[in-house]
């Protein structure tokens, strides 16, 4: 007999998208209410009272006025870019040179991919992170430590091998053909084992030559269910060098486009300095973006232009790329979003955020019919928060007047303090 968990406290779950429907519409918020869990799988969301009569023989799981949601998703992140967190003083190109590409050059070795993965999935647990869509190194053993470590814990991740054939150090470089076979193999093996999910990852495309990205590109088209992650227009000296290797490309989202390498399934992160040529394609295929704030403000990239993205319907998600962003926190990437968003003039609702940390995000990895959010069916992927969590978020949220004004201190100040509990498919960790 397979044993059911009732989880009571505050629950937050949508009904529909904060940037396009009214905030009441979209938002459901219960102040008593109950999510019912069963074989990994979200059975009932309700209220306490209703729920509660209608489960008598569960294990009840009281988190008194604790906020219930889904897990957070975070839609870009670097797990081989853990130890490098946080390194000092330098713009993208000098800190992929400096800090990054030593440290990815260290993940040859088996037993030190399979430690950073998992202390990088023990982290992002710790900071209610349920899924991610991370790049691994060129070493298809990054991959491997990344897929078994998250199969090993029964938890949904999306992942695929970095791609690099030029602009890279020595020990750091493939080719085309062994970027198109290691892939290949990599996505028969883990695409659609347990929770795995394969995106073929070229890095950006000053690593990559002409060659690697029709190569890769002609790898999706065969295999068209997984997913595509890269990066575009993230700085400006990024986007002239790009200018310059691809002189017979219209823009950065070209180079893309020509190689087989712009779709439905692709995600792009950072897209920050976008052409109105670029923001009409990605539109029209109905790509994915990615805004990473936190590693936006860190490395000086830009201000992603939140408000006039989603006015045009971009389908856009949320991430922390860490480590070029400064933190593994989904609730710090919340601030930093709505910090971005302020400087360009607009005011992100607490739902919007927190839709895009989760519902939002989901999306941009074409699992939001699975994760992401509180719903009959949906994988029991949860995070509980105390809204409560530090004295100064504490003093705050005693004012509130309404659920928005608790949660908001929390999205501003919050960070792994706040985590009561992360669940994965159901499991307490
Ligand atoms: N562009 C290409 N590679 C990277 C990376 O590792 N981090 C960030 N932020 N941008 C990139
Ligand atoms: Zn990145």
């Known amino acids: 007999m397979t044993s059911t968990t009732v989880l009571l406290g505050q629950t937050l779950r949508f009904a529909d998208d904060p940037f396009h429907a009214p905030i009441e519409d979209a938002a459901i918020w219960e102040r008593r209410g109950a999510v019912v869990i069963a074989d990994g799988i979200i059975q009932d969301v309700g209220g306490a009272d209703t729920l509660g009569a209608a489960y008598p023989d569960a294990d009840v799981v009281d988190h008194g006025n604790a906020l219930i949601t889904a897990g957070f998703v975070d839609a870009h992140a670097h797990y081989p870019q853990t130890g490098i967190i946080a390194s000092w003083g330098k713009r993208l190109i000098d800190w992929l040179n400096t800090y990054t590409f030593p440290e990815e050059t260290r993940f040859g070795d088996a037993d030190y991919a399979k430690d950073v993965a998992a202390r990088y999935l023990d982290l992002t647990r710790a900071n209610g992170t349920t899924t991610m869509a991370s790049f691994c190194t060129i ?123 712009l779709g439905p399934g692709g995600m792009y992160g950072h897209a920050i300095h976008l052409t109105a040529r670029e923001r009409a394609r990605l539109r029209e295929v109905d790509a994915a973006l990615v805004h990473c704030p936190t590693s936006n403000t860190f490395i000086g990239s830009g201000l992603f232009d939140m408000a006039g993205l989603m006015g045009e319907g971009q389908r856009i998600g949320l991430a922390t790329d860490t480590g070029g962003g400064s933190s593994f926190s989904m609730l710090r990437t919340m601030a930093a979003a709505y910090e971005i968003a302020q400087l360009r003039g607009t005011a992100l609702h607490p739902a919007q955020l927190y839709w895009l940390a989760t519902v939002g995000s989901a999306r941009a990895l074409r699992l939001d019919d699975k994760i992401g959010n509180l719903a009959k069916g949906m994988e029991a992927d949860i995070v509980v928060l105390d809204l409560s969590s530090t004295a100064v978020i504490a003093q705050r949220a005693d004012r509130a007047e309404t659920e928005w004004e608790a949660l908001f201190p929390t999205l501003m100040m919050g960070d792994d303090r706040a985590v009561v509990e992360t669940r994965i498919a159901g499991a307490a960790g």
């Open 139 to 261: 070493h298809p053993e990054s991959v491997d430590a990344l897929f078994e470590a998250a199969e090993g814990r029964n938890q949904r991740v999306v992942a695929g091998k970095t791609c690099m054939d030029r602009n890279a150090p020595d020990g750091l470089r493939d080719t085309a053909q062994g970027a198109y076979d290691d892939s290949k193999r990599l996505l028969e093996k883990w695409h659609g084992r347990g929770r795995g999910v394969y995106a073929i990852t070229p890095r950006f495309s000053p690593t990559s030559t002409p060659d690697q990205l029709a190569a890769l590109g002609t790898l999706w088209g065969e295999h068209p269910d997984c997913l595509m992650q890269t990066h575009l227009s993230e700085q400006t000296d990024e986007i002239a060098w790009v200018a310059e290797l691809y002189p017979d490309a219209r823009d950065y989202l070209d180079t893309y486009e020509a190689h087989g390498l």
